[in-house]
């Protein structure tokens, strides 16, 4: 017996171990811990902070982009803009920031009269992931009450500055003032202090049939580079709608959302 005793001890070790690998073997190798994020109980983003998905209604056009502009309207840029749009027959979105159209209503006017849509920006483009709900509210309120005193017609959407929103917030603008929140899928970054050329490499890159572009009417790279992509989207058979007309995927209730203090 004595003589068998290290066989036995030697197949007893290889037994556990068969036993221990087995659940890593079946599956393929380990099992992965669950997210960090989940253990701690945070919302788990499903898009990336650089590309945030939109939600507005309409048509799916898959054949399509959108060409939004915030923070406007600008003296110089927004109406070299409206130029541009109105030459090639193109309907565009202004998400305007209240103390801007104070400034230029002429500007809002005339974004209006040509036949574009415009958003809520905010009034002056707060961070209201941090802001109390009373400057929420009066941030979006004083901006719609503005835009349909210079145009007599309501916005239906609204664009968070830096597409931030808590999920209580969410349901404010929602519920409250009955606006479509739209975020985007291609961001231009064309606020950025580089050239035109690096605006023009970028929406290149990441336009795809029915993107939402996010841009800016108070800077000058984009023009330049619309001038440039436009002839190219046209080769490639996209076409600029309005975004009333674009159906962009769901917004799952985590997307780009943060925890906070409830509005009340």
Known sequence: MKRHLPLIAALTCVLAAVVFAAPRLL???PIPPPAAAELAGRPVSVVPPSKPAAAVPGHSHHGSYTLTFDDGPHPVHTP???DWLKEHQIKATFFVLGQNAKRYPELVKRIAAEGHEIGNHTWSHVKLTTAKPEVLRSEIKRTHD???SLTGKPPVSFRPPYGALT???RRVVEKEFGYHIVRW???SFDWKPRSSDAVVKRLRLSVKP???ILAHDIHPRILP???TLYAEWTRRGLKAVPLSNMSPPPVKE???LTKAAAVK
């Open 80 to 82: 070299a803009l409206l």
């Open 167 to 169: 999920i209580a917030q």
């Open 185 to 187: 899928t291609a961001d």
């Open 225 to 227: 580079a619309l001038e």
């Open 27 to 29: 599956n393929g190798g």
């Open 210 to 212: 029915g993107a939402i």
């Open 254 to 256: 985590t997307t780009l």
């Open 146 to 148: 503005l835009i349909v």
